[in-house]
């Protein structure tokens, strides 16, 4: 494909982008405590400037400290940021890159209260996210006049720093949207009650900023056109509201989708599928005249589509400049087979909101840590083996190769990808094939040794003649010893991806309902025309599943008429189907023309044991056959195994 128009020069205001692809604002929770951004962070932006982005919205600033919520970002309250902030900019500039501040005032009701106590501060005595049961204080007069000065002394501190533009959040259901929106807004004063009245809070932010940083400085704001909940606004409800914004004097609007409370669209998951977010651009255009960025799963087609199309301007790419900072030198330089494909995993997104440490990527462990991970020259060529060719082996093969390194490679199937290359056969797991692709593409171009269809042994002589041994042979599924299992109706979940042809009847049950039997459930039911039935011992299905890709499955798996079992235990199988018992000691048959077991995965580690015991010296363990685990897992462990190559 030709995404020549993905390459040429747009204007915000007076301000000129070099192309069409802008870097999505998204927190990373790298900023040092006092309010500065960190090295890491500035290392993070040179890489996608570097890469070729036309322009980067860096994510969420604050423009106070006690307002500020969740992620560590930076905060705009005082003059010692500039330095920092300024050589962020100057790193982007360098590559002829646009770079823009995102400011921020808050979160207003969805507030965590381990941070800010309670009650929290909104447009109206509405419930707390996080505690219904507390309603938010009101903003006063004077508290809105104090986020008035403090945009204004934000806005004034990031043009002394050299930003060159400045972005407003005001979208998924944070502070500044709960003002815009009536199911927050109850106000009857000059803040609420009419559209013009409930846009008078962003309208002033605005006229604020403006007055502080003069007419040249464009500014943006970016907006979610549609809650997507009941009761939320709506794309129809959205158009009056950014005519508003465009008579208030911004420059561009950035559109997007889905609020707190529809999170699956503030990142959404591959469940959603590509450019799940473009319903909004033709609306949008009719209404205004100035410039649109759109974002939502775009790919470098569908964006390319969009910019045709004339409906949009920009298009926003946030995890997929994350998986590969690369992606828009490598398309404008016709090497696309090289882009690495985001998977739409969501588990950067978890890193930070579950487990509260920094941002990564589960296909690329550079991310964060740019310049401690750099791929370098080894100081002398190894031999080196790598044994299997699921992700663990591939990245391990991968990196060993760029470092220098003679890599053979050995896969006892037919086909690289171990279980990604079984599993990923729904249409909404496009994006896991596409990785499977681009390593087959990147190992050929590397000159990797790749030896399809054979297995190695510990007594290979190979093994005894290499450098280092990577082994990573993945894992295989578990079993549970119940009546019945062994019988021709029943199949793993692994057979059962690789050969859908043996599950000839209409009535399926799966036994397991974790992410990957919840996934092999929507596949069946709404690629495969199957009334599929999911039986799970835990008291909910998809436990395993990351809260914004199981906002989007939970609701598909209901639509599609899948029946969930949870708080269930199987206890046999016969040709009739599956018996079960309940917590409450009730049981039931759930009828079934063929039983697919989904009980989770198992280290398929004996060769691994075997080599480690005979080379315990030059061999590691890498992937599943170590520790099962996500892609991200076993992609990271194989990237670090190769990395450590002296």
Sequence with gaps: MQYNKL???FKIGSMEIKNRIVFSPIGINVSNIDGTISNCEIDYYEERARGGAGMIIMGAQFISQDIANGSLSGILEHTYVIPQLTTVCEVVQRYGTKIVAQLCCGTGRDAFPNIHGEPPMSASPIPSTFNPKVNCRPMSYDDIQNVMERFAFSAKLVKDAGFDAIEIHGHTGDLIDQFMSPIWNKREDEYGGTDEKRARFPREIIRSIRNAVGLDMPILFRISLDHRFEGGRTVEDSMHLIKLLEEAGIDAIDIDAGSNGAIDYVSPSAYLGDACMEYLCEPARRSVKIPILNSGNHTPETAVRLIESGNTDFAM???????????????MNGKGEDVRPCIRCNDCLGRVAI????LNC???PQVCNEVRFQIKPAKAQKNVVVIGAGPAGLEAARVASIEGHKVTLFEKEKVIGGQLAAVATPAFKSQLRGLIDWYDIQLKKLGVDVQLGREVSADDEILASCDK???GTGAVPDY????GIDGSNVINIIEAHKNKKLLKGENIVICGGGLSGCDMALELSTEGGKKVTIVEMADVIAKDAIFVNSASLIPMLAKAGVKTYTNSKVTSIDNQ????????????LIKADNVVTAFGMRKNNKLAEEIKAKYHIKTRIVGDCEKVGKVGTAVHMGFFAALSLE
């Design 355 to 358: 487990r509260q440490t920094k």
């Design 577 to 588: 189907g599956v018996y079960l018992q309940r917590d409450d000691g009730t049981s039931e």
């Design 317 to 331: 790419f946030g995890r997929p400049l994350i998986a590969d900072p690369e992606m828009p030198n490598k398309l």
């Design 480 to 483: 549970m010893s119940i009546r």
């Design 362 to 364: 589960s296909v690329n």
């Design 7 to 9: 390459f040429t020069p």
């Design 469 to 471: 041994i990577i082994v």
